[in-house]
């Protein structure tokens, strides 16, 4: 790998929103002032899983509470994107279990609602949570050296637009580049999703990422690694050009159903065991529920990901 790591993307697209230059994703604005429609990995696949859950998510926006364990993703996210911020020698374990309580506690001053997840700083269970955070990170080194790493970037923002004019849009938590200029892009998972559905979920992510980082450099990576902290394995996977342009038109087949379904409000539930995992039963008709008024087809836009948008 041969260049050094970067920090994240998001807090110069956080400052400039600050003066109006840019929407709440950093994307560029309309003259208008109305931001491009976009699609995300984590909106591509709530519509493939549900399209009401889409609706309620990007349309509706409706609130949803993080648990504990989506949470403490985010965390362990945070601190292995600072690791590579530091100088190779002190990328150890125990630098990353030190870099823990100030990631929680930066996450905290920007989200002080995440504060009712436990009963004040005192609360036994905040003890048990962060211990079983640096279990994932422990896990993290038995995978690999990061003193053996140069990524060429973390936590990397990245666009494209496609010849239709879809314009795709997310972050890949790391990006490598060897020497002789093969990509491998890597992901991190720490939640407890179950396993076959948690890996069809991975690789669709995964598979949109090698898309844009194609169409917006001209070379497929090498190589997709899913690094799975809690049982401490990697699944690696290799796409092809025939493989990506089925996925490009998976994601415009997906970009038009959801245009036909935003014109007249016809976002339909898919029930699944995914359900189980649902925060808005209360308003899907499967459940007995009624969803909010339709309040009309938005210029919708993935926005900046959120705690939910970052687990597994």
């Not at 009712?116 to 896990?139: N, Q, V, Y």
């Not at 038995?142 to 936590?155: F, G, I």
């Amino acid at each position: 790998m041969v260049e050094p790591a970067r920090t994240s993307d998001r807090s110069s697209s956080e400052l400039a929103v600050a003066d109006g230059a840019s929407g709440s994703d950093g994307a560029s604005l309309p003259a208008g002032g109305r931001r491009r429609p976009a699609l995300s990995p984590s909106r591509a696949g709530d519509f493939k899983q549900c399209p009401l859950l889409y609706r309620f998510r990007a349309v509706d926006r409706l609130p949803e509470t993080p648990t504990r364990a989506q949470v403490r993703g985010t965390v362990v996210h945070s601190v292995l994107e600072r690791m590579f911020a530091l100088p190779t020698a002190e990328r150890d374990a125990e630098h990353a279990r030190d870099l823990l309580e100030p990631a929680w506690q930066e996450l905290l001053a920007e989200q002080p609602e995440l504060s009712a997840l436990f009963d004040g700083p005192e609360d036994p269970e905040l003890g048990t949570w962060l211990k079983s955070a640096r279990r994932l990170l422990d896990s993290y080194f038995e995978l690999e050296d990061p003193r053996r790493l140069e990524p060429e970037a973390c936590e990397l923002r990245v666009e494209t637009e496609l010849e239709s004019g879809l314009l795709l849009r997310g972050f890949i938590d790391r990006v490598d580049v060897a020497p002789t200029g093969e990509i491998r892009l890597v992901d991190y998972k720490t939640g407890a999703a179950p396993r076959a559905i948690g890996e069809a979920k991975a690789l669709f992510q995964m598979k949109f990422y090698a898309l844009v980082l194609w169409r917006t450099r001209g070379e497929i990576p090498r190589q997709l690694l899913l690094m799975y902290l809690s049982d401490k394995q990697s699944l690696a996977y290799a796409p092809d050009e025939a493989e990506l342009l089925r996925f490009e038109r998976t994601l415009e087949a997906i970009w038009q159903a959801i245009l036909r379904a935003g014109k007249t409000g016809d976002f339909r539930p898919n029930p699944s065991k995914l359900c189980d995992y649902c925060d808005h039963k209360a308003h899907c008709p499967e459940f007995g529920g009624t969803p909010p008024p339709y309040p009309g087809w938005p210029e919708p836009d993935p926005g900046p990901e959120s705690v939910l948008d970052r687990t597994d």
